[in-house]
């Protein structure tokens, strides 16, 4: 983070990783839906506590950034958790479970 290429390294690293993410959640099959479920609700998880600690940090935890600005940003990803994360482990359920009749024969009796 002292140099300009390896701060845009560690963006650039950052992005490929969560284009990543987003795209192995956004390619799984209906019949895997309680794997991208899962796997957003522990990721949420992480997210969250990640911006508690830069929220309730009692120093900057980058030397380079100020605690005011290390705080705010804390807020904003534990803002940003609930409403990414959770809204979209909520949709995929909606789909999954309206889904699920129409894949599913009845069964006689049932």
Same mark, same amino acid.
């Given at each position: @983070? $002292?140099?300009? *290429? %390896? =701060?845009?390294? #560690?963006? *650039?690293? #950052? #992005? /490929?990783?969560?284009?990543?993410?987003?795209?192995?959640?956004? %390619?799984? %099959?209906? =019949?895997? !839906?309680w794997h991208a479920i899962a796997a957003l609700?522990? !990721? *949420?998880? &992480? +997210?969250?506590? &990640?911006?508690?600690?830069?929220?309730? /940090?009692?120093?900057?935890?980058? $030397?380079? @950034? /100020?605690?005011?600005?290390?705080?705010?940003?804390?807020?904003? @990803?534990? !803002?940003?958790?609930?409403? !990414?994360? &959770?809204?979209?482990?909520?949709?995929?359920c909606w789909r999954w479970l309206t889904g +699920?009749n129409r894949d599913t024969p009845m069964q006689? *009796?049932?």
């Open positions: @983070m $002292h140099t300009f *290429g %390896g =701060e845009l390294l #560690l963006q *650039g690293s #950052l #992005l /490929a990783t969560a284009s990543l993410f987003w795209w192995c959640i956004a %390619g799984l %099959g209906r =019949e895997r !839906t609700l522990f !990721t *949420g998880k &992480v +997210f969250c506590v &990640v911006a508690v600690i830069l929220t309730f /940090a009692p120093r900057p935890l980058y $030397h380079m @950034m /100020a605690l005011a600005d290390q705080q705010l940003a804390g807020l904003i @990803m534990i !803002t940003l958790c609930p409403l !990414t994360y &959770v809204a979209s482990a909520l949709w995929l +699920f006689p *009796g049932c």
